[in-house]
């Protein structure tokens, strides 16, 4: 939780100032980063608290702990969620930056404070059946931020790819052909330890083998895929794709139930539980701010039609001259310049991928909120979460495919 400690840090660090508007967008993300903390502390302390309060303990019998813990989880995650979506809607529309809600967007972060600090309270006001059906639509929502997820990994990739061919020398094209050999031997060494820990001797366990050698197949499909000669591939993104699809078989099998036979892993569950979470906060909280920074990018699905960036490969954080937008001036008949900035990227996305990821974070915090033995010191374990990693791992599987074989199929369309 380090990088989102420091996010957090940043945010408190700057709202009180005037923001740029290359700050603005990593100050959402440090408040974004800021309600993971938020809403893990009051996981771990806020239970004894919120049984004493009647409109949320409103039962003959009193739950669980684990049932005020995820409550606890799902009421932050649902100011955040509104926080964002209200954001989304007002900046529906904004094309040019001399629209006043331009200035809502990059400023007034003191009130923006103020206002998610109130929805926040405001949401453990709230009777319980608002609580359950935000719990209904945040694993559909949850669905949707891991597609977004998959799909800017898949940005992330090409863009790392073209960068190195782009410099067209010998050290670039061997450190290229390095990292993808070290990433495929990670994969398959990793897949090796997943048939050790998840496969133990004396025990039939099936589904956990055909997880695995579904993992070590697509890996080996992505490379020859990649360098098939009718392909405009890359051993590079291929490389990654399957790194990360072994980790997302791993990050299923491991959540696995602890009494399963073939989770071997079941010792340490505690540990792996906590581990998994952790390094899932910190995927959702790099992709958020990775969708910040490349926003205004064409290689991504944020920026509009009238972005001046549209069809450029410069990254977001460019020199202040581009930042604030390029300048179609003209002239009247009294020689007055008039100008019109255009916005670079589309601030309703924007807010729309920190809403999607708030749902996912509730997901992860109560390991989407399915009822285990021993949940209460195991995070994001159970059958639910294991199909959710694995069907996400098919989804990025299927993805990185159609980027690859989409031009062949549609010569005829633009593929950036």
Same mark, same amino acid.
């Given at each position: 939780?380090?990088?989102?400690?420091?996010?957090?840090?940043?945010?408190?660090?700057?709202?009180?100032?005037?923001?740029?508007?290359?700050?603005?967008?990593?100050?959402?993300?440090?408040?974004?980063?800021?309600?993971?903390?938020?809403?893990?502390?009051?996981?771990?302390?806020?239970?004894?608290?919120?049984?004493?309060?009647?409109?949320?303990?409103?039962?003959?019998?009193?739950?669980?702990?684990?049932?005020?813990?995820?409550?606890?989880?799902?009421?932050?995650?649902?100011?955040?969620?509104?926080?964002?979506?209200?954001?989304?809607?007002?900046?529906?529309?904004?094309?040019?930056?001399?629209?006043?809600?331009?200035?809502?967007?990059?400023?007034?972060?003191?009130?923006?404070?103020?206002?998610?600090?109130?929805?926040? #309270?405001?949401?453990?006001? @709230? =009777?319980?059946? %608002? &609580? $359950? /059906? *935000?719990?209904?639509?945040?694993?559909?929502?949850?669905?949707?931020?891991?597609?977004?997820?998959?799909?800017?990994?898949?940005?992330?990739?090409?863009?790392?790819?073209?960068?190195?061919?782009?410099?067209?020398?010998?050290?670039?094209?061997?450190?290229?052909?390095?990292?993808?050999?070290?990433?495929?031997?990670?994969?398959?060494?990793?897949?090796?330890?997943?048939?050790?820990?998840?496969?133990?001797?004396?025990?039939?366990?099936?589904?956990?083998?055909?997880?695995?050698?579904?993992?070590?197949?697509?890996?080996?499909?992505?490379?020859?895929?990649?360098?098939?000669?009718? #392909?405009?591939?890359?051993? @590079? =993104?291929?490389? %990654? &794709? $399957? /790194? *990360?699809?072994?980790?997302?078989?791993?990050?299923?099998?491991?959540?696995?139930?602890?009494?399963?036979?073939?989770?071997?892993?079941?010792?340490?569950?505690?540990?792996?539980?906590?581990?998994?979470?952790?390094?899932?906060?910190?995927?959702?909280?790099?992709?958020?701010?990775?969708?910040?920074?490349?926003?205004?990018?064409?290689?991504?699905?944020?920026?509009?039609?009238?972005?001046?960036?549209?069809?450029?490969?410069?990254?977001?954080?460019?020199?202040?001259?581009?930042?604030?937008?390029?300048?179609?001036?003209?002239?009247?008949?009294?020689?007055?310049?008039?100008?019109?900035?255009?916005?670079?990227?589309?601030?309703?996305?924007?807010?729309?991928?920190?809403?999607?990821?708030?749902?996912?974070?509730?997901?992860?915090?109560?390991?989407?909120?399915?009822?285990?033995?021993?949940?209460?010191?195991?995070?994001?374990?159970?059958?639910?979460?294991?199909?959710?990693?694995?069907?996400?791992?098919?989804?990025?599987?299927?993805?990185?495919?159609?980027?690859?074989?989409?031009?062949?199929?549609?010569?005829?369309?633009?593929?950036?």
């Amino acid at each position: 939780m380090s990088c989102c400690g420091l996010c957090g840090c940043g945010l408190c660090t700057t709202v009180a100032g005037s923001l740029t508007k290359r700050s603005a967008r990593l100050a959402y993300c440090g408040l974004f980063a800021f309600s993971l903390i938020v809403a893990w502390i009051l996981r771990e302390v806020a239970a004894p608290l919120m049984k004493k309060i009647p409109w949320i303990n409103d039962f003959s019998h009193t739950p669980s702990t684990e049932w005020f813990q995820t409550d606890a989880v799902l009421r932050v995650s649902l100011g955040n969620f509104l926080f964002f979506t209200i954001l989304a809607l007002v900046m529906i529309g904004i094309k040019t930056q001399n629209d006043i809600r331009d200035g809502w967007h990059h400023g007034g972060w003191i009130v923006k404070m103020i206002c998610w600090s109130l929805l926040i #309270i405001l949401m453990f006001f @709230l =009777p319980n059946p %608002v &609580i $359950s /059906v *935000y719990e209904l639509l945040s694993k559909f929502g949850s669905g949707l931020f891991l597609l977004v997820q998959v799909i800017i990994l898949l940005d992330f990739t090409h863009a790392w790819n073209d960068a190195w061919v782009a410099k067209d020398e010998q050290f670039w094209y061997i450190a290229l052909l390095l990292v993808s050999i070290v990433c495929y031997i990670a994969t398959y060494a990793f897949s090796g330890l997943l048939f050790y820990w998840f496969n133990p001797s004396g025990n039939d366990c099936s589904l956990n083998v055909f997880f695995i050698v579904m993992t070590m197949i697509l890996a080996f499909a992505f490379a020859v895929l990649a360098l098939h000669p009718k #392909i405009n591939g890359s051993l @590079l =993104p291929a490389s %990654v &794709i $399957s /790194v *990360y699809c072994a980790y997302l078989c791993y990050s299923g099998l491991s959540s696995e139930p602890r009494d399963y036979k073939c989770n071997g892993l079941h010792s340490h569950s505690k540990a792996v539980s906590t581990g998994t979470l952790i390094i899932g906060l910190l995927t959702t909280t790099l992709s958020v701010v990775y969708s910040a920074v490349r926003a205004g990018s064409s290689t991504t699905f944020l920026s509009p039609p009238s972005s001046p960036r549209g069809g450029s490969q410069r990254p977001l954080l460019a020199p202040k001259d581009e930042e604030e937008g390029q300048k179609d001036e003209h002239k009247d008949k009294d020689g007055k310049k008039e100008e019109a900035r255009p916005v670079s990227y589309s601030y309703t996305f924007f807010h729309l991928i920190f809403a999607l990821a708030s749902m996912y974070s509730a997901m992860l915090l109560t390991g989407w909120t399915s009822s285990t033995k021993d949940s209460e010191q195991l995070i994001d374990v159970g059958w639910p979460s294991v199909w959710v990693r694995i069907c996400t791992e098919w989804v990025t599987a299927g993805l990185y495919v159609w980027s690859l074989v989409a031009p062949l199929i549609f010569p005829d369309r633009e593929f950036s």
